[in-house]
């Protein structure tokens, strides 16, 4: 089945740093979901990606959905504590169920 | 908008019990809902994706005579978990989609059930 990858699995950065991560697949999706999760909460959606191409930003976040189709990136800029948590990235193509990668864990140090 | 609700947030159990979660979308009408289980320091894994009115579809590998599930209403489904055992001790997130093209799916706060 359909497999994603996330890098790096985890980051420790200074606090104000920015920070890349990326997800990456085999195949294609249509569409790409960024979540964090926080330590015993549910994932929250920060950005949803529908078009091969395309740049979102929420806040200090911005995606992109890669022109392949088979990558996605998220930025955050000028980090801060709060930022700690994992990112999940989930792909989906039409007629299937989502499918989400391991994670990225962010830690950020003051 | 786009609020999931699970309850209980947490629950402690003995072997042989079983225990009922249920998920809710708040404030908008989902017809489909997923479960997920996450164990420590790891992705979420489907178990299974909930249509109302209709049959829950299983993922390969999940009982479906464990874990039951049922969609009433749009919004509203609900996990069982039958004769639960400690292996069955895990974080179990639902999660809605909503009603339309979008094909965004806004999770719950998730469930941890200790079975002991």
């Known amino acids: 089945g359909q497999q994603l990858n996330q890098s790096p699995q985890s980051m420790f950065i200074q606090e104000g740093e920015d920070v890349s991560m990326n997800c990456t697949s085999s195949?294609?999706?249509?569409?790409w979901l960024w979540y964090k999760q926080d330590p015993g909460e549910g994932p929250v959606l920060l950005i949803a990606?529908?078009?091969?191409?395309e740049l979102t930003s929420n806040g200090r976040l911005t995606a992109q959905f890669g022109i392949t189709r088979k990558d996605s990136f998220l930025n955050i800029s000028a980090s801060i504590p709060s930022d700690v948590g994992i990112y999940f990235c989930?792909?989906?193509?039409?007629?299937?169920?989502?499918?989400f990668g391991p994670g990225t864990r962010l830690s950020v140090l003051p | 908008g786009a609020v999931v609700s699970q309850h209980p947030s947490w629950v402690i159990c003995k072997s042989g019990t079983s225990v009922k979660i249920e998920c809710r979308s708040l404030?908008?009408?989902?017809?489909?809902m997923f479960w997920y289980r996450q164990f420590p320091k790891q992705s979420l894994m489907l178990m299974a994706t909930?249509?109302?009115?209709?049959?829950?579809?299983?993922e390969q590998g999940v009982e479906k005579d464990k874990f039951l599930i049922n969609h009433a209403s749009l919004t509203l489904s609900t996990l069982t978990v039958t004769s639960a055992h400690p292996e069955d001790s895990s974080f179990y997130i639902c999660?809605?989609?909503?009603?339309?093209?979008?094909?965004?799916?806004?999770f719950g706060p998730g469930t941890r059930l200790t079975v002991t």
């Open positions: 989930a792909g989906h193509l039409n007629g299937q169920n989502f499918v």
């Open positions: 195949s294609i999706f249509n569409t």
């Open positions: 990606l529908y078009k091969a191409g």
């Open positions: 404030d908008f009408q989902a017809t489909t």
């Open positions: 999660s809605a989609k909503t009603v339309g093209n979008s094909y965004e799916q806004y």
């Open positions: 909930s249509n109302e009115g209709s049959k829950a579809t299983y």
